[in-house]
């Protein structure tokens, strides 16, 4: 099982971490944009909710997000160390 933040809309309204560009389809592309004390996630909004789910590795990134279908939303977002910490 992964690793969730909960509120998901804190993070989705911009509470909670920082959006990142767009650069590309690979895990590399992203984690490049993250400083040291921050963390992958992604946002996707499935038919009736949102989830924000860490992403710690290539493996999890194409797994998650190489599956788009049902999913709207789907954005990255650099979180910090205590917002990860609380994930669970």
């Not at 279908?69 to 910490?85: M, R, V």
Request: proline share 6%; charged share 20%.
């Amino acid at each position: 099982m992964g690793k969730y933040y909960n509120p998901p809309e804190d993070v989705v309204a911009g509470r909670v971490g920082r959006i990142l560009d767009n650069l590309g389809d690979d895990y590399e592309s992203y984690a490049a944009q993250l400083a040291s004390d921050e963390y992958l996630y992604l946002s996707t909004y499935n038919e009736a909710f949102w989830v924000v789910v860490f992403i710690d590795s290539p493996a999890e990134f194409d797994r998650t997000y190489g599956c788009p279908e049902g999913k709207t939303g789907l954005a990255f977002y650099a979180l910090p160390e205590a917002a990860h910490q609380q994930a669970g």
